[in-house]
């Protein structure tokens, strides 16, 4: 049996109902064998950054979990649960129903582009990092050896780049604004 690690994952949605989109991630992935949901972030709308002009705002979240699954094995169930969700993949940093990303696996280090733990850019995204530091923000990043909070605090803040829209959210008896529900393009 291989030992317990501390996982991050990283959840985005700009294309369709993307409440809906994160809540079933969140529901798949509690629903994976050998692996506990520990701590779920709070809710944020976030400003596209990268890919085409004129796509959608995001949703973005982050979860931490203790699993006894690989990384490689963790990445392909999550790969299963987006395709699940009918994402398309055409452009590079383009709009999605769902992306998931894993930012870290315990001390698992590795740079191949089928699985690049930690995930190379997540510590210069806002996106990320802010809904990390609701989970993990003691976790330290096992490249750069520093808090996750520590290399949120180093990230500007440009005005209007993320707002919190809701703190409990990934249940669907959770009550949330129903705009969030509102079908993106
Ligand atoms: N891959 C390798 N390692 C990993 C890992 N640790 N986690 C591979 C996830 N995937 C990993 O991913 C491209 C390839 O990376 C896959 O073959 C996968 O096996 P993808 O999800 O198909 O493509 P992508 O997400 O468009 O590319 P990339 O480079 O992963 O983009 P990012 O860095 O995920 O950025 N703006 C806001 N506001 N919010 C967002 O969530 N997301 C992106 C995507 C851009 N701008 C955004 C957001
Ligand atoms: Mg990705």
Redesign the pocket.
């Known amino acids: 049996m291989s030992n317990t690690v501390h996982s991050l994952i990283?959840l985005?949605s700009?294309l369709g109902d993307r409440l809906e989109h994160l809540r079933a991630a969140v529901g798949a992935i509690d629903a994976l064998d050998h692996v506990e949901i520990t701590a779920v972030s709070a809710l944020y709308e976030?400003?596209?950054?990268?890919?085409p002009d004129q796509q959608g705002?995001?949703l973005?979240a982050a979860l931490a979990a203790t699993t006894t699954r690989s990384?490689a094995d963790l990445?392909a169930a999550?790969?299963r649960i987006?395709a699940d969700r009918a994402r398309v993949?055409r452009i590079?940093?383009?709009p999605?129903t769902l992306?998931?990303?894993?930012?870290v696996h315990g001390s698992h280090i590795s740079n191949?582009?089928?699985?690049?733990?930690?995930?190379?850019?997540q510590h210069e995204?806002r996106?990320?990092l802010v809904p990390v530091c609701d989970v993990a923000p003691d976790m330290i990043h096992p490249v750069l050896g520093r808090p996750m909070s520590d290399l949120l605090a180093d990230l500007p803040v440009i005005d209007g780049?993320l707002t919190a829209v809701a703190h409990q959210w990934h249940r669907h008896d959770d009550e949330v604004d129903s705009r969030l529900h509102d079908d993106i393009a």
């Open positions: 990283a985005g700009n976030t400003a596209p950054v990268g890919g705002p995001y973005n990384a990445l999550l790969h987006e993949r590079r940093w383009g999605r992306d998931l990303d894993l930012l191949d582009d089928d699985l690049s733990v930690p995930h190379p850019r995204r996106f990320v780049d």
